[in-house]
């Protein structure tokens, strides 16, 4: 029997019912709007006073958003404190010596629960962070969908294995990636929040003494205050961007055209591949380079969320909540 318009409509609801069983309620802009309508400014405005503090701070909660949502989707698994049965992501060979930030994220909550107790997931509050950091350091700005809600698990094992290593080469790079959905512009785009920052000798010290796709002045400039000798200033830090480490623009595309990446995965994004050309094109056009950076920031910001009656709204960030 031909369905009818009724027909039609009842079987579009059970489809979507379906989907949303399935795939989880999809994340909106307007999560919080009647909820916690002041959550957006209360965020902004500590990681601005956060910033004027330490200026580094913006790269940092940006990244700590990248090593959240490459462990079990964008869950504030990374959040999580080590106990005395649990050990969580923070001790991982990729986050033990570059992430940071925890503590702001931690005044952000402190801030959200005076004003709106019990309603914002931890992970939602890391997503607007990272997005204030970008916008305060002069990078774009967006429209940050919400919803996410707190995984009480972590994976110490995931995070070695997902987040891309430094030594990492352009087909690693391109396979991790794409392990989360995310395509080659994706990486490219996303690779340039490495327009601001700083890293430590022990992170970059093989590729400035054992790389040859490395401008000599460069590879000079930075051995002179990281030995080859491991052990001996392990952690000194380099910025990540020659000239504007503080500064959210394109110019990181610029040094790596110019065989000045600070660290071999950053070199592998234009070292005669197939990213060579959107790199060319990021260092001469930062509109182009902010609207793919934006849009996969949003994608990247879609990895696996917990939304409806999954995980749960942590009360504190660092501990999942007691039953």
């Known amino acids: 029997m031909a369905l ?27 999560f919080y709007a009647t909820t ?7 965020v902004r405005t500590a990681v601005t006073n956060a910033i004027a503090s330490e200026s580094r701070m913006g790269a940092s909660l940006l990244r700590l958003f990248f090593h959240d949502c490459f462990v079990q989707g964008c869950d504030a698994s990374i959040l999580l404190d080590d106990t005395g049965s649990f050990t969580g992501e923070k001790t991982a060979f990729p986050n033990v010596n570059s992430v940071r930030g925890y503590e702001v994220i931690d005044q952000i909550k402190t801030n ?28 774009p700005t967006w429209n940050v969908s919400l919803g996410r809600r707190d995984s009480t698990t972590a994976s110490w094992s995931q995070a070695n294995s997902d987040l891309p290593n430094p030594a990492s080469s352009l087909a690693t790079l391109l396979a991790a990636f794409g392990n989360k959905g995310l395509n080659a512009t994706d990486m490219t785009a996303l690779s340039g929040a490495h327009t601001v920052g700083f890293t430590q000798c022990q992170v970059y010290r093989d590729r400035i003494y054992n790389d040859t796709n490395i401008n000599t002045p460069f590879a000079r400039l930075r051995q002179s ?9 392990d952690t000194v830090l380099a910025p990540l961007d020659v000239q504007t480490q503080v500064t959210f ?22 070292n005669g591949g197939s990213q060579d050309a959107l790199v060319k094109k990021y260092s001469s056009n930062s509109a182009v380079f902010f609207a793919d950076f934006v849009a ?19 009360a504190n960030c660092r501990v999942v909540n007691s039953s």
Do not use: W
């Open 112 to 139: 959200v629960e005076a004003a709106c107790p019990g309603i914002v997931s931890c992970a939602d509050i890391v997503a607007l962070a990272a997005r204030d950091g970008t916008f305060l350091l002069g990078g």
């Open 296 to 314: 996969a920031m949003i994608k990247m910001g879609n990895i696996s969320p917990l939304t409806g009656t999954d995980g749960q709204i942590r």
């Open 36 to 42: 916690c309508p002041s959550l957006e400014s209360i």
């Open 4 to 30: 009818g318009t009724s027909g039609h409509h009842c079987l579009f609801l059970a489809l979507l019912l379906l989907s949303t069983a399935v795939y989880g309620q999809p994340l909106s802009t307007s």
């Open 225 to 233: 205050n990281c030995p080859a000798t491991k052990g001996v200033n």
């Open 249 to 270: 623009d394109n110019a990181y595309y610029g040094d790596l055209t110019k065989y000045k990446g600070l660290l071999h995965s950053d070199q592998e994004l234009y």
